[in-house]
């Protein structure tokens, strides 16, 4: 395997780097939803580290906070992109496609397009992880619309999962 073509023809590098400090506030914050789909605990913390818009649709990298209230995703896939999970702090209990693990600081799993995969916080206390989606996605609008999950009709709310990627079983 190689290292990709070039993307960058200067000699001496650019500053370009962007910093964002660990006290920074939330980009969103969720309200409570539960639906057929993905549940969303309240006040669900959501810092956008690095959006599709930021990274040129490399990649996309959330820092997700959960607070103690039962919440998360049924079981999906993604047609277009790969997601992985590491945990920052807290127990999440992590699907893989063919058990459920509790995962605890440090541990991570990695999901390739199409693999079945879920995740959620039954822990009864916080929890955090980081979320990346490569290449990258608008997950924002995703994280923003799944709140408004419970007034869209049985047609909108497919058509919702269908344009963000995520397809449940």
Same mark, same amino acid.
């Given at each position: 395997?190689?290292?990709?073509?070039?993307?960058?023809?200067?000699?001496?590098?650019?500053?370009?780097?962007?910093?964002?400090?660990?006290?920074?506030?939330?980009?969103?914050?969720?309200?409570?939803?539960?639906?057929?789909?993905?549940?969303?605990?309240?006040?669900?913390?959501?810092?956008?580290?690095?959006?599709?818009?930021?990274?040129?649709?490399?990649?996309?990298?959330?820092?997700?906070?959960? @607070?103690?209230?039962?919440?998360? +995703?049924?079981?999906?896939? #993604?047609?277009?992109?790969? $997601? %992985?999970?590491?945990?920052? &702090?807290?127990?999440?209990?992590?699907?893989?496609?063919?058990?459920?693990?509790?995962?605890?600081? @440090?541990?991570?799993?990695?999901? +390739?397009?199409?693999?079945? #995969?879920?995740?959620?916080? $039954? %822990?009864?206390?916080?929890? &955090?992880?980081?979320?990346?989606?490569?290449?990258?996605?608008?997950?924002?609008?995703?994280?923003? @619309?799944?709140?408004?999950?419970?007034?869209?009709?049985?047609?909108?709310?497919?058509?919702?999962?269908?344009?963000?990627?995520?397809?449940?079983?």
């Amino acid at each position: 395997m190689s290292y990709p073509d070039p993307r960058y023809d200067g000699e001496h590098g650019e500053i370009n780097a962007t910093f964002r400090p660990a006290t920074a506030a939330p980009d969103f914050v969720s309200s409570p939803v539960t639906t057929d789909g993905p549940t969303v605990a309240q006040g669900t913390a959501y810092h956008y580290l690095s959006t599709t818009v930021s990274t040129s649709g490399e990649y996309g990298l959330y820092r997700v906070d959960m @607070g103690p209230e039962f919440g998360g +995703p049924n079981t999906h896939f #993604h047609k277009s992109m790969s $997601e %992985s999970f590491f945990i920052l &702090s807290g127990t999440m209990r992590l699907f893989d496609g063919r058990r459920w693990i509790s995962a605890t600081a @440090g541990d991570y799993l990695y999901v +390739p397009v199409g693999g079945l #995969h879920a995740f959620r916080n $039954e %822990s009864g206390e916080p929890a &955090s992880m980081l979320m990346l989606f490569a290449p990258g996605a608008p997950r924002e609008e995703y994280f923003e @619309g799944v709140t408004q999950l419970a007034g869209l009709s049985e047609e909108e709310r497919a058509e919702f999962f269908i344009r963000h990627d995520s397809f449940f079983v």
